[in-house]
């Protein structure tokens, strides 16, 4: 890949990479953090990338950046409530449907809420998904299935209910 075809590659992708970043992470501080190291690990590897799998490349970095900041925060506050004692009461269960999107989503294992937002959000198809996390095509098929029946059981606990 050469300079030019890397600053068009930014220029094309910049905003997708952001938008994924934001889905995986709901943090946009920590999402444009993921870019940057996306686009810088795209420039070192620049050499090994072509321009067509550019975008998968970058996409693939910004989640495994996203998966290793999200866990080493989750430690830190695993610890910090250890240290409390305290127990965080539940947030107020009224909220509007996509709240409820947002929170079923949020407890899904990041594996499955990364492959749900990129078939729904982003419309990868199964095999480009499966390039982007490094899976295979019936691992993504697999995942895809499990997020969406924790989906609809969550939001069915949280009230609603399509079918009624």
């Given at each position: 890949?050469?300079?030019?075809?890397?600053?068009?590659?930014?220029?094309?992708?910049?905003?997708?990479?952001?938008?994924?970043?934001?889905?995986?992470?709901?943090?946009?501080?920590?999402?444009?953090?993921?870019?940057?190291?996306?686009?810088?690990?795209?420039?070192?590897?620049?050499?090994?990338?072509?321009?067509?799998?550019?975008?998968?490349?970058?996409?693939?970095?910004?989640?495994?950046?996203?998966?290793s900041q999200l866990r080493h925060r989750k430690v830190h506050e695993?610890?910090?409530?250890?240290?409390?004692?305290?127990?965080?009461?539940?947030?107020?269960?009224?909220?509007?449907?996509?709240?409820?999107?947002?929170k079923a989503a949020a407890r899904l294992p990041e594996i499955q809420?990364?492959?749900?937002?990129?078939?729904?959000?982003?419309?990868?198809?199964?095999?480009?998904?499966?390039?982007?996390?490094?899976?295979?095509?019936?691992?993504?098929?697999?995942?895809?299935?499990?997020?969406?029946?924790?989906?609809?059981?969550?939001?069915?606990?949280?009230?609603?209910?399509?079918?009624?």
């Open positions: 890949m050469t300079r030019k075809e890397y600053n068009d590659t930014v220029k094309l992708w910049a905003d997708d990479v952001y938008r994924f970043s934001v889905h995986c992470c709901s943090d946009s501080e920590m999402a444009k953090d993921g870019v940057q190291e996306a686009f810088a690990a795209l420039w070192e590897q620049r050499e090994q990338v072509s321009v067509e799998k550019g975008k998968s490349f970058l996409l693939a970095v910004a989640h495994n950046w996203t998966i695993d610890n910090a409530d250890a240290l409390k004692g305290d127990t965080v009461a539940e947030p107020d269960m009224a909220f509007d449907l996509r709240d409820a999107l947002q809420r990364s492959a749900l937002m990129l078939k729904d959000v982003e419309g990868f198809n199964c095999r480009e998904i499966g390039e982007i996390l490094h899976l295979t095509e019936s691992q993504v098929t697999v995942y895809l299935f499990r997020a969406r029946v924790s989906m609809r059981k969550t939001l069915i606990a949280l009230g609603y209910d399509n079918n009624k």
